[in-house]
Every structure is written in structure tokens, then in C-alpha cells.
């Protein structure tokens, strides 16, 4: 069975920094692209960030754009998210998914996801 497992959330102040990462098992895990998403209370689902499955194109979602980065070492089955210059506003449960060819987006394209960790930063 595929694993994702989150980690690195905590509680920062704004403009603080923060790394999350995603480790995962059970996948072939260079096959797929690696996305992250984030859920606020009472709000959908948002598209953070993917990178392709040899790490060589990125797409940051333009709310974070110039904040956050997102890596992956396919040797180590991880991904990570940088985050920096953190906003109230990023305040959500962050989520690591996995889509078999899936450099995209659309949380419908992606198969696997992680359980997710709490990000939360205070003003």
C-alpha cells in the first residue's frame, strides 16, 4: 500500500520560516509528481505547489509565488516544502500528494495523499 507521511508543521510567528516534508513508501516514487495542497477552515482545498518526477519543472500556486519552494530527492523518496516570510493567511492543514504523470494543479489528478500537518502562524 503508498504511503505519504507529513511532517515539519508547527506554530510560527509571521514571517517565520518552516520545512515540511513528505516522505513516501509503497510507490514507485520517481513515476510520480509530487504535490502540495492546503486546507484553511471552511475553505477548499488549494493547490500549493508540484514538482515533475525528475524535479526539473516546478509551479508554485500564486499565493505563496516568492515564498515557497518545493524540492524533491527522488534517491530518498521525499519531498519537501520551504516555506518562508509566513502569512496568518498560510495558516492550513497542509497535505503531500502523489499523481502518477500528474504535473498539474487539479487535486482530482492525484492519487495518493498524505494525512496531512497543521501549519499555523500568528500575527
Known amino acids: 500500500q503508498v504511503l505519504l507521511v507529513e511532517s515539519g508543521g508547527g506554530l510560527v510567528q509571521a514571517g517565520g520560516s518552516l520545512r515540511l516534508s513528505c516522505a513516501a513508501s509503497g510507490l514507485t516514487f520517481s513515476r510520480y509528481a509530487m504535490g502540495w495542497f492546503r486546507q484553511a477552515p471552511g475553505k477548499e482545498r488549494e493547490f500549493v505547489a508540484v514538482i515533475s518526477q525528475s524535479g526539473g519543472n516546478t509551479y508554485i500556486g500564486n499565493s505563496v509565488k516568492g515564498r515557497f519552494t518545493i524540492s524533491r530527492d527522488n534517491a530518498k523518496n521525499t519531498v519537501h516544502l520551504q516555506m518562508n516570510g509566513l502569512k496568518p493567511e498560510d495558516t492550513a492543514l497542509y497535505y503531500c500528494?502523489?499523481?502518477?504523470?500528474?504535473?498539474?494543479?487539479?487535486?482530482?489528478?492525484?492519487?495518493?495523499w498524505g494525512q496531512g500537518t497543521q501549519v499555523t502562524v500568528s500575527s
Open positions: 500528494a502523489a499523481g502518477a504523470g500528474a504535473y498539474t494543479t487539479d487535486t482530482l489528478k492525484y492519487t495518493h
